[in-house]
């Protein structure tokens, strides 16, 4: 090499390369945490900052209402479905074979008329062969109660010949003492006589005794028997009517409702055939909110407009359960049925929780689904915007609501739909 352009060829060759500022390692570190602390620092200020959260709304499309002083009316509306008073279950009590249909369902039917034949070979059999076993158990019941009268007949029939006996040999003895006194007879057959006699004078305690104990045991014995025999004979008639039961019968009168049975198909024991409305008359099945369960009891008044004329009817059961928010109570008719009623025609009403009572009552709206009536929006007193506002409520019927404390009288309030209103402060009116 040239030694005369080395040292220009090393001053181009090391010549510094800088590095930007924002591409070095720590400025980026540092850049990155900067961003990071304003990201959280907006994101802690979004969420807890005590912004008031505002809406504007069209005046016209929500609903105004003033908080007034007057009576709060008790009662609760009801909305509710015709249903029959009582309803009875046909069903299987033996299953077989269906050979013959008597009714259809619509058909009026009278206590005792058949409405379904079957027939089941196997269950016919095996009634015969229990007919049989009890048959002989009950003919086993009589031979042994026979057998324990003639026990008794020869029972006194051994005390009686002892008896007899006990006569004879004294007879017997008298004489030959007399005779005996003159010698005409022997001293070994008076003794013989007197002998005998004393054996048959101890076996009557004996026997007696015996007789008397055997009499006990039969005394005991006998009801025994006779309750025995009559719990066969029960059985042996229940026997005999499981035949009765594959012909079903109307247990009551009234309208076969329904009734879908073909003639050959096969129906198993204990399976339902139909129904059966006897003419009892109607009720009402009414679904209540869950806010009135405490409130509801049986004897309560109601009343509902039928025909331009209004049907008094009476709590007559409350269902405790509660299933989706409401729960059930069932109401007659206190008085007079009205006419023309169907199973499953609704019918609308009210039912009396209690007697009016001086309060500061609100109309009810829309409001109360999404609030509970834990709060609301008040109006300001220039009516051009509203402040949502705690409040507390009391009892509450379909038209009214009963305040507690909140709200002052004759201030005004948006009763209507609050949806998308839950977590908004102010409502600004345009």
């Not at 009801?78 to 009875?88: A, E, F, H, N």
């Not at 369902?105 to 034949?117: E, F, I, K, R």
């Not at 059961?317 to 007079?336: A, C, E, I």
Request: glycine share 6%; aromatic share 6%.
């Amino acid at each position: 090499m040239n030694p005369l352009t080395e040292p220009l060829i090393n001053h181009v060759m090391d010549r510094p390369i800088f590095i930007p500022w924002w591409r070095r390692n720590q400025s980026m570190y540092l850049i990155i945490s900067i961003c990071a602390a304003l990201l959280l620092i907006a994101s802690i200020s979004t969420l807890f900052g005590k912004r008031e959260r505002n809406i504007r709304l069209a005046l016209n499309s929500t609903t105004i209402a003033s908080v007034e002083q007057g009576l709060f009316h008790d009662f609760i509306s009801l909305r509710g479905g015709v249903v029959p008073r009582d309803t009875i279950y046909l069903d299987a009590l033996e299953g077989g074979r269906v050979e013959k249909v008597f009714a259809q369902a619509g058909d009026t039917v009278v206590l005792g008329q058949p409405l379904v034949s079957l027939s089941n070979t196997a269950l016919e059999l095996d009634v015969l062969d229990r007919e049989g076993r009890l048959v002989q158990s009950i003919t086993q019941l009589q031979a042994y109660e026979t057998q324990l009268e003639q026990n008794r007949v020869a029972n006194q029939k051994t005390l009686a010949d002892i008896d007899f006996e006990i006569t004879r040999l004294q007879r017997a003895l008298n004489r030959r003492e007399s005779l005996l006194t003159d010698k005409l007879v022997s001293q070994e057959s008076v003794d013989s006589l007197r002998d005998e006699l004393d054996r048959a004078q101890k076996l009557k305690p004996m026997q007696i005794e015996s007789n008397e104990r055997q009499e006990r045991l039969r005394q005991q014995q006998l009801p025994q028997n006779h309750a025995q025999a009559a719990k066969l004979q029960q059985d042996l008639l229940i026997t005999h009517s499981k035949l009765d039961n594959l012909i079903v019968r109307a247990p009551a009168t009234g309208v076969l409702t329904s009734m879908e049975l073909k003639v050959g198909e096969n129906r198993n024991r204990g399976e339902r055939f139909g129904e059966i409305t006897p003419d009892t008359g109607f009720k009402l099945m009414v679904s209540i909110d869950e806010y009135y369960l405490g409130r509801v009891h049986a004897g309560q008044h109601a009343n509902i407009e039928w025909e331009n004329k209004d049907w008094a009817l009476k709590v007559t059961r409350v269902y405790p359960q509660v299933k989706n928010g409401t729960f059930v109570v069932d109401l007659s008719f206190d008085g007079t049925t009205p006419n023309h009623l169907l199973p499953g025609q609704t019918l609308q009403g009210r039912l009396s929780l209690g007697s009016d009572t001086p309060a500061l009552v609100l109309p009810a709206g829309a409001f109360l689904e999404r609030t509970g009536g834990d709060w609301i929006f008040i109006l300001d007193s220039n009516g051009k915007a509203a402040h949502r506002r705690q409040i507390r409520i009391g009892r509450r019927n379909a038209e009214q609501i009963e305040i507690l404390s909140g709200i002052n009288p004759g201030e005004r309030a948006m009763i209507s739909d609050y949806t998308g209103l839950e977590k908004i402060e102010r409502v600004d009116f345009k």
